[in-house]
Nanobody, 120 residues
Framework: QVQLVESGGGLVQAGGSLRLSCVAS????????MGWYRQAVGKQRELVAT???????AYADSVKGRFTISRDNAKNTVYLQMNSLKPEDAGVYYC??????????????WGQGTQVTVSI
């Protein structure tokens, strides 16, 4: 059974940074599109960043220039480096995997989520 285990969430002041990690088992991150989604209270889950199997990255407009998605194939891990955090970045962040990740289609595999809280 595929497992995606996120870590790295927490409480940070606005302007601060966090790095989220997602360790995958059973699947290989290098063979799949990997994505980070977030869901704030009362809002729909949104796709924040993706990295394709070929290493192409893409970001939601709201995080461009502040967030960076990357992967370490040797550790079978995907990261989300989040800088210059804003209160509106708060929410539960989920790691996801599928052969292809596109907006509007739920990925095949999901992690359990990690909470990010940004204080003013």
């Amino acid at each position: 059974q595929v497992q995606l285990v996120e870590s790295g969430g927490g409480l940070v002041q606005a302007g601060g940074s966090l790095r989220l990690s997602c360790v995958a088992s059973v699947i290989l991150v290098r063979d799949n599109d990997m994505g980070w989604y977030r869901q704030a209270v009362g809002k729909q889950r949104e796709l924040v960043a993706t990295i394709t199997s070929s290493g192409i990255t893409a970001y939601a407009d709201s995080v461009k220039g502040r967030f960076t998605i990357s992967r370490d194939n040797a550790k079978n891990t995907v990261y989300l480096q989040m800088n210059s955090l804003k209160p509106e970045d708060a929410g539960v962040y989920y790691c996801a995997a599928d052969r292809v990740i596109v907006v509007g289609k739920n990925p095949r595999d999901w992690g359990q989520g990690t909470q990010v809280t940004v204080s003013i």
